[in-house]
């Protein structure tokens, strides 16, 4: 089948072909700086990772850019209130969604680009948008791009031009345009500019980037005129990325995206999250309380990207179970006794009927919820096998182990939860010493004593698991 990923502009699923065969260049609108990151940026953030990580998985070579909007309006206002600079304001909140990054796995795509980085080239691209006809500057020094000019505007969003522009960034564009559907691509300068350092000097005037210009030129600079892949939030499409097309195509005369894929918004408890809302989740937040970041990870990737996902704290709770599951299947199947002089089992065919299904779940337009289904598939009949077989053939268990690996290269559960969750060396001698008592216990008959060893053990949150090849035990927690 290969991939197919349902694409905005036609609003159907399509293959994804590359432009070029085995290579991708993927764009994805990345973070505003004026504050911490929150879930719903994360569950962005992480279906980046997944698409990045399991185009490489199917053996294709990815040039992978997302951006980092360091001036705009917000950034100038919150930059002001604070009395700093605008680099000095947005570094620290750069810092941290790299660091936040790294903790649930997101791996560093090939550039980090900021706004302010590309200004001359913003500046190049609005002279050759004045050239063309396509925009217009005012007395005060800011430029307008035409939509009247673009015929084509609008094929994104399937916005009829009648019903206007609305958002809290386009409240703040009037300054001076012809016509109210006409968005700023060059903003002249404005009281409290100057003050955060977020001017420029250019031909028609001394200001600033409009915020949609600045995604343009960054994708144009870094991926290329045309962009085979163009992510993010579905609270993107309009304007932002409809005028991202309008901007792009007028100064190329070149399709700039292939295949716009989006990403739908969450809720927390079943309520939209608003700061109005009072349900604003932080991640910085969870992870210092001590949340496991495979557990964030796992809770924001369990549903496809098209569908609507509930963040809860129960449901965060139910993502530590799940990761430690993993881990202890990781566990088990590398403890494991194995000869190769052992008979064979099922496993080789269980593994191989996994990885099927985990790819036709992510080639069906990344359906996640799925491949994770796959994966516990897989976690229950590999233990069923684990207890009814005392020694494993040493190829079905390095076969095992390489399809947990195989599918974590994609979802990094375990490659996540292993940072966090550390089992230190005395509370192990501990549990198997507690283990081996209560193992003398019940051969002597005495179920009293076994079962108070087994909720001692209970109490330092080990599980017991008895099977006919013994007994095993995990740590329900993760972290803290």
Known sequence: MGLH?????SRRLEPFEPLNPGRVGIYGCGPTLYGPAHIGNFRTFLFY???????EWRGLEVHFVMNFTDVDDKTIKAARAKGT???????????????ESDALGVRRFDSYPRATEYIKEMIELVQRLLDRGLAYATPDGSVFYDISAFPDYGRLSGKDLKEGRTGDRVATDDYGKDDVRDFAVWKGVKEGDEEVGAVWDAPWGRGRPGWHLECS????????????LHLGGEDLIFPHHEDEIAQSEGATGKLFVRQWVHAKHLKVNGRKMSKSSGNVVIVRDLLDEGVSPAAIRHQLLSAQYRTELNFTREGLHASTRA???LLDLEARLSAHPGSEDAPGTELPVVSEETIAAFTRAMDDDLNVSEGIASLFGFLGRCNSILDTTPVLKESERAGGLAVLESLDDVLGFLEVGRR???????LREWVEER???RANARAEGDWSA???????????????????????????????
Do not use: C, Q
């Not at 990923?5 to 502009?9: A, G, K, P, R, S």
């Not at 966090?420 to 005395?426: K, N, T, Y």
């Open 323 to 325: 990761v430690n599951r």
């Open 217 to 228: 030129v960054m994708a144009l600079s870094e991926v290329g005129e045309t962009v085979d």
């Open 85 to 99: 600079s605008l680099p000095e304001y947005t570094a620290p909140y750069l810092d941290a969604v790299l660091e």
């Open 49 to 55: 990772d997944l698409i990045h990580r399991y185009v």
């Open 450 to 480: 076994a079962d108070a060893i087994r909720n001692e053990l209970a109490g330092r949150g080990i599980t017991l698991e008895d099977g006919p090849a013994g007994t095993r035990w995990k740590s329900e927690r993760i972290g803290r």
């Open 435 to 437: 283990i081996g008592a």
């Open 420 to 426: 966090s969750r550390v089992v230190d060396s005395e």
């Open 5 to 9: 990923l349902f694409n905005t502009v």
